[in-house]
């Protein structure tokens, strides 16, 4: 019996045997081997780029290759000439066919046809799936003796054509079509939404004969930050990212204070909230399609996260049932909408997609974060955290997941520090303090070296050093720990003044002075602060510890820091600090903004989209507030590092965290506004 | 075997045995004998009203029936204690249970329940089957061990109490959805629309507690009469009608001129156009919403119909392609849209049904018409004819529907007419006149008499006799063409100006004087009015004729002449010139706003929806442009009445029909306007 050829495909592995006169593309199909093609093999869009590759692949049980593909093609001549040459040893995989054993290589190159992309950042591959295809197609013209309207006759020709039987129409294309149909003269490139709610193909814009590109954004809505990629759905390049602050921020620094502001303003308080927000991402897309030089127009996808409050306030819901309990979310599960429904100002037809929500206070940004770092599929008992006002925790390994969220306040942030500020040029970002003279050494943000580096006082002339942000925070925290300066219930030591004239007590108050200068003001870390710290640091860790003992696990074999948090203290201060369980320093890992990355998987493969779909609905919800434990564990957690048992002289002047709501904050004594973390 | 107490359900008779203490309700459904319950059976909402028969029904095969129920059950006590009593002899079907063998009649009862409704106008039933279903559900309280959003745990609700597995939420839900579960304490009806383009059951609104009453809206846009219907989507009643002229007249009076309009006024024209149509929907769902006491937030779903450039100026879409040929619409199928799209003001939720159109001239109105008329099911030829400015004309039979427009034009409607006017006080609308003395009667709107009786003169003198609206037009032209004044070719005859003076003939002219007086203008009929008339009627009955050659008949069995044309028209003059073929009278009839019934017919079952999609898709749409014979049965029809051969004096003066198209339309000489027929 003859046998047909062998093809594999690279880097998949994929292979089969094809009959000779197999298109290369169609092979690739039948083997489920991602290739692009938007001309549906007509050898104009280029999209289907691969490489036969030349020489003996014994691995691949190929004796020999690269004479087993048929001749350059009419159809690819015709298409260097028009689009210029292809990269050396690059086929049209629709033009040339299968003439015997081959092996071929999918190239992974942005200009034309890329399966995975890498992210620096994570070294992250995201298979994609985007949602959108474009499908070029030609439609017949009108005809009086069959008069099928002009959107009827393109859906005939994307059945015919591509095969979608079952197609839906987005309402805005009815005005587009009969002009896109005549510009294009008859020939059209559809975009079809293959990820709608209803899971029925939507098509969802038309352009003039042949589009070659479609772009998608991902946007993480930070309470802070608001950070958005455009990425290629065609290619999975990510071409601009960009950033900003949140305008919410002037409403309210933090995620209750903006809360109440919907509470306390019943006239369009929300309304603010959520034009506020539409505003600043549409300010962004006009960013990174300006950075790409992409047309708004052309953004048929996009994904957003955020933790609940800014995820419901992003939809225009109330977010006034999250500042208290039951925390009861609007909508838990992931959510579909079309841009335009929220005033996003991209293509009309573009669909939204947010990723669920995990509970009343582990929002989709943690459901992103999961997505990313995928805790429900490790081996050994891996922690994710991600810490902003609340920490959000996720706790799992490939058996159970278990998630929290905990009240950590914005300490860490530097809010509620009395030197706190934002990270910007003249912050204190790195602190290490001689336990013998007790002196610090100090980095500020903007200068390249330590403070008893030569030429550190010129570095810093221009900014001053200004105040401390939340990963000085943290390295002032552990090193004055470290130099005995605090003891590990955390009181600064009056015996020290003895040591030092940095260490300040007077009987009532303690401090220390961690910088001063003629040019500006002390930087002096008090009592408060380091009690400030304490609480979040204790909230942190009694969550973590919470989902250990419902794990029934007492230690954790990876920790994942995500978010900016993560990302710029140094995991050694969390260990030493009690931030985090105890674990061997290379398991502990900064992990960037994993909310971001999961957006951006969601955003280039459907696929995942289902997945942390059906993540969200196994994690089991951990509600510390109706956990006794959490309260025992957050009371030992306040000791430096963290107890066994309860610390003693701490249990009785400690209250204990709740959950802060709109109603306990702005009953308290107004807080303070400290700086921000940057991002 | 002990054999299961016989069930009869009236008036369907539809039976079954059932187990003894089957609820009623539970009987009747697992029949599919529709009976309503908003409540899910806990006896609240009082819809699934019946009434259990007292007797023999020796016909039913039970021969005592009446004490075989249940005992009024404390259900029952509580809802009539609280809503009323019943009405004699009403029980609550999801109380009320099989004891023995019964008989139920579901009754036709505006109030509560209504499987069925008689319309006056045609005695038409149409079954229920609404694309809304209203749903009552207790919704799970927020918990924060298990924290579903609230939305979520709605749909877990409607899935367990309703089956609903598979539900889409409309967008604008997600707002709504905390304050109404709050508002409703935990209870809440759920609007769910089952006629989606997707397939897919879709929560559009939600309300607190429990709602009772849902409304659906039909409207039928003509060029000339927006109508509308605002009917209970529960009860199938109509519980208001109203319609106003269409704005749109002016930018133009008939078809043609708008789309002129829109093709000499690109910036903005169309967008005008489409904004007069909205804003005069809107101010008829105010109209009928204001008549029958119902909340424009209770309409739930509308069903809207009209001619091609209605139908696309309705949806925002350029209706320059039917201005020419190939007469391309922009979509032919039908389209679901939401009413906010087209900013039409009722529920945010309400979904928009445009039943399909059938060709570039023959458009939703003509499918809504054929869908109440069903020419396509007759066991004989029928011909359904719907005259406008173009002729919908269809003809068929259960074997073969075939469809065209012809080019009337709009002198049936009175304009191109020197008298014509709209149908108003003061216009002449009947006519008789003498073959003897050629002396006319007429009859006018808003006098209940002839010319020739007692009082006639004090009838008019408020309004005077101002012109001819279009069923006058047709009874002078038979009238005149019967009492010899006008030939077979439509010449009025010099030779009759010696019997009376009312005939004028100067050489060049000839005219037929209707009416005289001393207070008001003389109502003449001139020799182009002749004209006029004879090339509207030679076109409509050319289209007819080429549909009959397509079917191969030289006959029709019967005839329905729908809309403002057929309703006025007298059948025996519509006969005698020859304006449809030879047919016995009593098998031509008016069959009122056909257009309008078939959208009310889609409003209230979805199955009719579906029916008519297949019925377009079936029928043989004919181009009578593309068709040689269309102009050798126009010159045959130009007679009084229709020639079998060419009328050989005509065929060199009459310029063969075409389609008026905006270009040929303002080329020419500027139209005179007439008036409008009344609707």
Sequence with gaps: MQVNPLVVFTPSGKRGH???????????????????????????????????????FAKHGIESAGDSVSDWSPKEARYTEKRGPL???????????????????????????????????????IHRNPAIQLCYVEVEEPDMHKPLGDLDRLKEALEREWGY????????????????????????????HKDMESSRPTLIAVYPGLKNEAYGIACDIGSTTIAMHLSSLLSGVTVASSGMSNPQIRFGEDLMSRVSYVM??????????????????????GQVCAEADVSRQDVLDAVFVGNPIMHHLFLGIDPTELGGAPFALAVSGAVHTWATEIDLSMNEGTRVYMLPCIAGHVGADAAAATLAE??????????????????????????????????????????????????????????RIDPQTLEPRIRVIGAEMWSDEPGFAEAVA?????????????????????????????????????????????????????????????????????RAI???????????????????????????LAGAFGTFIDPKYALVLGLVPDCRIEDVKAVGNAAGTGARMALLNRDHRREIEETVRKIEKIETALEPDFQTHFVNAMAFP??????????????????????????????????????
């Design 534 to 560: 304490q609480l979040a640091k204790a909230a942190l860790y009694a969550g973590v510890k919470l989902l250990m003992d419902k794990q029934g696990v007492d230690k954790v074999d990876t920790i994942q």
């Design 87 to 125: 990269a050396e040893g690059r086929r049209l995989s629709c033009s040339a066919t299968v003439q015997g054993p081959l092996v071929v290589d999918i190239p992974a190159d942005a200009a034309v046809n890329q399966q995975t992309i890498r992210k620096a950042a994570d070294q992250r591959d």
């Design 18 to 56: 094809f009959a000779i006169g197999t298109p290369v593309l169609e092979a690739a199909r039948s083997l489920g081997v991602y290739v692009e093609s938007v001309c549906g093999g007509r050898g104009i869009c280029g999209r289907c780029q691969v490489e036969p590759m030349v020489g003996s």
């Design 264 to 285: 306390m303003n019943p006239d369009g308080g929300r309304e603010r909230l959520t034009k506020a927000v539409h505003e600043a991402v549409n300010e962004l897309i």
């Design 642 to 679: 963290n107890k066994v048992d309860p610390f003693p002289r701490l249990a009785e002047d400690v209250t204990l965290p709740a959950r802060i709501t709109p109603e306990n904050q702005t009953a308290g004594a107004p807080r303070r506004r400290g700086g921000r973390r940057r991002t």
């Design 374 to 431: 995928r805790p429900n599929e490790a081996e050994g008992m891996a922690l994710l955290v991600d810490v902003g006002t609340n920490a959000e925790i996720v706790l799992g390994n490939k058996a159970r997941t278990v998630a929290a969220s905990s009240p950590t306040g914005p300490a860490f942030e530097g809010a509620e520090i009395s030197c706190g500020q934002r990270a910007a040029p003249g912050a204190i970002e790195r602190v």
């Design 165 to 192: 039987t079952d197609l839906l129409v987005a309402q805005q294309i009815l005005p587009q079509i009969q002009p896109v149909l005549r510009k294009g003269e008859w020939t059209v490139t559809a975009a079809i």
């Design 462 to 530: 221009e900014t001053g050093v200004t105040g401390i942000c939340g990963s000085g925070i943290i390295e002032v925290m552990a090193e004055m720990f470290l130099a005995g300066i605090t003891s590990e219930d955390g009181v600064i030591e009056a015996a020290k003044a003895a040591i030092s004239e940095r260490v300040f007590a007077d009987g009532r108050t303690q401090s220390y002075q961690l910088w001063s200068s003629d040019t500006g003001p002390d930087i002096i870390i008090t009592q408060n602060d380091v």
